[in-house]
């Protein structure tokens, strides 16, 4: 009689989609559940004699038990969800965005949320990698790519939470870098509710604008030849960080603010007209003053600010450098995307003609101010950008954390923070401290003061905004630096005693204060 009773519960369980008993394992749960336009691919528990190495470089095995959830929304939003044990969980789901074409998941992401105690997920946002022509005559996947995919995560992720352990989770954040940062600026802005914290890194807020300017830039490096080699290119940009260096009171390799920093290429100026290895011809001069300033379209609209001194220019011409890899975004959004045509010369780009174009294809604008509705839900919001990155703009994140600062005020001012980090690179890399907790992994010390989704916790359950947060960098598997990253319009600054190395001898300065 027992035993019957125990089969028509289970049955019971499986028809009406219920979670199962809190001592069952996750992909028990899984394996039975049923949920309107999501089908479970596989459900497979990670653990110790079952160890999954994520697919990461250098990613280690994970022996830590979890279900790994490898599942499709609709016809080919493929996605992953990591779930902890019941005790493990703390309540909380972290999506990890994808940079770039995407076509894949945020493994680093996955990995790191689900250490944490969160359940984790990732979108490969509707297409694969290996489709190098993901976006030929696919609005679809135009769509997808550009925003449905990460909603839909969101909301079905928090229904299959909810089914497995019997409550939703309390909290949803969202962290992405690049054309991640994009994709979560485009959560704030599109879909308020999805997400309670946001952390933002070189969002790409003008997405079209960045892609115009790869374009353009290719087509100069082919034309340059062998004029500016990388070599030459690094002359400039050390030499521009040498002159800038000390404005920040400290000569230390990197520029604390580009934006105050006066560089003239005529500087490196070869005397006489014999070219050397530390100078630079007239022509060289002026190839970098071309690249390096505002870019305009062929009938004189200004595109965008240009580049930051101190910025290390990749001399990439046409075409694609990636052999084998993925193309730039830019090259599939005006070859596949605006023109239709797999075999498209991109020698044949141009501004005034192809950048308008993109908005027919998708809508890659993540510049929206009004983000009312998201404050309003109580969300928070932490943008951060490095000063070096050459390939999105940093001033474009300023420009925006203005904009958003301008249009909800006193709300903005409390539920918003930017930090800009002196010497980074492309979400990571560059000469300065580069782990802070923002996208790709926790900090090495991963606390609130230290670590930016530490940070989002703290000031979500708390209520306590970051006003700074202390970067590391690490070389040769030691800490050599560390310096804190101050919310913005403030900076670090120099105290004037103690090691210019150890974050305690700075002061996070506001101009006029």
Same mark, same amino acid.
């Given at each position: 009689m027992r035993v019957l009773y125990f089969f028509a519960t289970l049955m019971l369980a499986v028809l009406l989609?219920? *979670?199962?008993?809190?001592?069952?394992?996750?992909?028990?749960? =899984?394996?039975?559940?049923?949920? /309107? $336009?999501?089908?479970?691919?596989?459900?497979?528990?990670?653990?110790?004699?079952?160890?999954?190495?994520?697919?990461?470089?250098?990613?280690?095995?994970?022996?830590?038990?979890?279900?790994? =959830?490898?599942?499709?929304?609709?016809?080919?939003?493929?996605?992953?969800?990591?779930?902890?044990?019941?005790?493990?969980?703390?309540?909380?789901?972290?999506?990890?965005?994808?940079?770039?074409?995407?076509?894949?998941?945020?493994?680093?992401? @996955?990995?790191?949320? =689900?250490?944490?105690?969160?359940?984790?997920?990732?979108?490969?946002?509707? +297409? /694969?990698?290996? $489709?190098?022509?993901? @976006?030929?005559?696919?609005?679809?996947?135009?769509?997808?790519?550009?925003?449905?995919?990460? +909603?839909?995560?969101?909301? /079905?992720?928090?229904?299959i939470l /909810?089914?497995?352990?019997?409550?939703?989770?309390?909290? *949803?954040?969202?962290?992405?870098?690049?054309?991640?940062?994009?994709?979560? @600026?485009?959560?704030?802005?599109?879909?308020?509710?999805?997400?309670?914290? =946001?952390?933002?890194?070189?969002?790409?807020v003008n997405t079209p604008e960045m892609s115009a300017r790869r374009m353009w830039e290719m087509q100069q490096h082919s034309r340059f030849g062998t004029l500016m080699n990388a070599g030459r290119?690094? @002359?400039?940009?050390?030499? *521009?960080?040498?002159?800038? $260096?000390?404005?920040?009171g400290v000569r230390d390799g990197i520029i604390g603010d580009p934006t105050r920093c006066r560089f003239d290429p005529a500087s490196l100026a070869c005397r006489g007209s014999v070219a050397g290895p530390d100078c630079l011809t007239a022509a060289q001069i002026e190839a970098v003053r071309l690249v390096y300033s505002p870019l305009h379209d062929e009938e004189g609209r200004r595109v965008d600010g240009g580049l930051l001194p101190g910025m290390l220019v990749s001399p990439t011409p046409l075409p694609e450098p990636f052999t084998p890899g993925p193309s730039y975004l830019a090259v599939a959004l005006f070859g596949d995307g605006v023109h239709g045509d797999p075999n498209r010369d991109s020698r044949g780009f141009r501004i005034a003609r192809d950048l308008p174009a993109i908005d027919r294809v998708m809508d890659l604008?993540?510049?929206?101010?009004?983000?009312?509705? &998201?404050?309003?839900?109580?969300?928070?919001?932490?943008?951060?950008?490095?000063?070096?990155d050459p390939l999105v703009a940093p001033q474009s994140t300023i420009e925006y954390h203005r904009s958003v600062l301008r249009s909800?005020?006193?709300?903005?001012?409390?539920?918003?923070?930017?930090?800009?980090?002196?010497?980074?690179? +492309?979400?990571?890399g560059g000469s300065g401290p580069d782990? &802070?907790?923002?996208?790709?992994?926790?900090?090495?010390?991963?606390?609130?003061? +230290?670590?930016?989704?530490?940070?989002?916790?703290?000031?979500?359950?708390?209520?306590?905004?970051?006003?700074?947060?202390?970067?590391?960098?690490?070389?040769?598997?030691r800490i050599v630096r560390t310096r804190p990253l101050c919310a913005w319009p403030a900076s670090a600054r120099y105290s004037g005693a103690g090691s210019i190395d150890e974050a305690a001898s700075f002061v996070c300065h506001r101009e006029g204060m």
């Open positions: 989609g219920a *979670a199962a008993p809190a001592s069952a394992a996750p992909c028990d749960s =899984v394996a039975r559940l049923r949920l /309107k $336009d999501v089908r479970i691919v596989s459900a497979v528990e990670v653990g110790p004699g079952r160890e999954f190495t994520p697919l990461y470089p250098a990613a280690a095995p994970m022996r830590l038990p979890f279900c790994r =959830v490898q599942g499709v929304i609709e016809r080919e939003i493929g996605f992953e969800l990591w779930l902890p044990t019941d005790s493990a969980w703390n309540r909380r789901l972290l999506v990890g965005g994808v940079g770039g074409q995407a076509g894949a998941f945020n493994y680093r992401e @996955l990995e790191r949320g =689900v250490r944490r105690g969160y359940a984790s997920a990732s979108t490969d946002t509707g +297409h /694969k990698a290996s $489709d190098a022509h993901w @976006l030929l005559n696919r609005p679809d996947r135009a769509a997808n790519y550009a925003h449905r995919a990460n +909603h839909l995560l969101a909301v /079905k992720a928090k229904a /909810k089914a497995v352990y019997g409550a939703a989770p309390r909290n *949803a954040f969202f962290v992405g870098c690049s054309g991640g940062g994009r994709q979560a @600026l485009t959560e704030v802005q599109k879909y308020p509710r999805d997400f309670d914290g =946001v952390i933002a890194g070189a969002p790409g290119w690094r @002359l400039v940009a050390d030499a *521009a960080i040498s002159a800038c $260096d000390p404005i920040d604008h993540a510049d929206d101010p009004e983000i009312g509705p &998201f404050l309003g839900n109580g969300g928070k919001l932490i943008l951060y950008h490095g000063w070096a909800a005020g006193p709300r903005a001012a409390s539920s918003v923070r930017l930090f800009m980090a002196p010497g980074v690179d +492309h979400c990571r782990l &802070f907790g923002g996208a790709g992994g926790d900090s090495p010390l991963p606390n609130p003061d +230290h670590d930016l989704l530490s940070a989002l916790e703290r000031w979500v359950d708390r209520k306590q905004a970051p006003e700074r947060v202390i970067a590391t960098r690490i070389e040769g598997g």
